[in-house]
């Protein structure tokens, strides 16, 4: 039976190799080849039907990835030979659709653009079920291992588990490198076929010092085919021989192919006959030496691989239906109207979209930006995000309604993302690519919370006009990790790494009250709580009277009592209203008000509040009109850290 028919009407080539990492049947693309203006990136001729807009805003994301996440506007026109007036548009759509930052002259990439990679990541499965071995493998070796998959002619990581040392490995899941200098790339190579290998042999030869994996050294000696007498080999010219030995021994060994210093073995996860992924345990010659490596950690990483392979093939005996996705929170699909008004509002994402919600909101964008907005660019990249748990291989038709696009648009979208290698189709099913994860993953998986929530604290305070800061819990205090001052004559200014006792402010209180009791307890020593205010009758001396607000439930008169049951008691009256209102606990004068930043679990990980003299606003103005802005800060925050964290870990500080 011959193949089916692509929706452009083309017949895919068979399946080049049995990984499911490998390259797209028939793209014609190499791993590391650059992006570039229109049809960049792919010797192949530009389909027809293939969307211009798209194949431009992909070229755009991608030189973003390459320059770490940030661009001045010049230097993106320059990198991709698109019209200035292209640029501007392009960077319009993808700031509308979340994807970017726009500041000042710069495009910064921002996190909600993981969820394309997210979306891959999802549908691959691996990470769900393997990581947590990853995890555990590292823990016990105490060395960095990885999970990678293969990218073409390349090797791409799809998980880290690192160890944080002064000489630590810095490589960020979707990284890519090319395989000869890896130990995972022999293993996926030893699948390979003559199509694969001649596509190899013509990346060396064209990009001789391997420019074109950003993440790895540059070769200092040109490659060559035919090595002149007398000269030094290159790095990678006796690949084909790691492979013939992979093939044999089942794994293979990088003795300081990368940089000097850095060593690695690794093995394949295998599930149904093929390679699922690769294990790699990487390590210094400091610690391990590549022999060594092999003789003390293979035995173990055996066991890990068989492992993993039994969790596969229980997934796959089991059959067991998707583990339900976490809906977006209401907040990623918009904000409050004067976001909207001010061009930000974002698009339905995750489970949270429907096909009417996408369509009235690329119509409202449309109708507010003009022909600034690239509707074909928006809906392209919506495409990917069809994709996901439950949903690895999807139809023509399946993608247009989760998408809720005309067959026509999806159609013409997918027949882009094959042609540009993101998609691969066969059999009139259609499956993301590893170079999704090449669309600003790298950049922003290393993103920590204070860099997340930067952005929306700005944006807070020039709203509010008062100060506003991020914090988390260390031990039995608060440490600022953000802080955007107010311009005013008297404001609040605190130094980012500035500790305070946790019960003594807002940002603590908060944090604390999301504890179990005991807990918080225990984190107070037991101890009553003694006062930070340095004047007499203090906040916490217990001296005054506790008066409190009828309007908000919360003291007036700020004072607690030292007794650790009125404490608890506090924290339980936080815990209910979830925020937490101080005044002059730390300072006459001072009034701040605090609610919690939760991770996916729903556990609070920080806490932001705004902060202002008490004379500027009462405690009912306060509850009236800044609590409601908080709140929705702290929401468009925790969507981000949601997006972020959903495969990766993000930074408290």
Known sequence: MSPSPTPSGRTPSAPRSSNPGSSNPGSGLSASEPAGGVGAGNGAEVPEEAVTPLIRGIAVLRRLTEADGVSSLSGLERATGLARSTIDRITATLARMGYVRLDGRDAVLAPRLMELGNAYLAALRLPRLLDAHADALADELDESVSLAVGDRDGVRFIHQATRRRAMSLSFRIGDLLPAERTAPGPLFASDWNEEDWTRWRERRAADPEDRGFPAVPARSRPYTSTPSVGQLPTVGDDFETRVAEARRTGWALDDQLIEPG????????????????????????????????????????????????????????????????????????????????????????????????????????KHELGREFIESLARGLTVITAFGEGRAELTLTAVAQATGLARATARRALITLEHLGYVTAHDRVFRLTPRVLGLGFPPLSRTSLPEIAAPHLTELSQRLHDSVSLAMLTGDEIQYTGHVSTRRIMSVNVTVGTRLPAYATSLGRVILADLPEARAVELLGGEPPEDVSGRPGGALSGERPERPDPATGFPSTPPISTAPERFTSELDRVRKAGYAMVEEELEQGLRSVAVPVRDR??????????????????????????????HATATRIEADLHIADRFGRVQPN
């Not at 698009?347 to 369509?359: C, H, I, M, Q, V």
């Not at 932001?608 to 103005?621: C, Q």
């Open 262 to 365: 850095l060593v690695a073995v690794s093995m394949p996860v295998r599930e149904a006959g093929r390679i699922a992924c690769v294990v790699n345990v990487v390590s210094h010659t400091s610690r391990h030496t590549a022999t060594d490596l092999r003789d003390t950690l293979l035995p173990r990483l055996r066991t890990a691989v068989a492992e993993m392979e039994r969790e596969l093939a229980l997934e796959l005996a089991l059959d067991r239906e998707p583990v339900p996705e976490r809906r977006t929170p209401p907040a990623e699909s918009g904000g409050d109207d004067d976001t909207a008004k001010a061009g930000n509002a974002r698009p339905p994402s995750g489970n949270a979209r429907t096909p009417s919600g996408l369509a009235d909101w690329t119509a409202a964008s």
């Open 601 to 630: 679990g729903g556990r609070a990980v920080a806490a932001v509040n705004v902060a202002m003299h008490s004379s500027r606003r009462t405690a009912e103005e306060c509850v009236r009109d800044v609590l409601p802005e908080l």
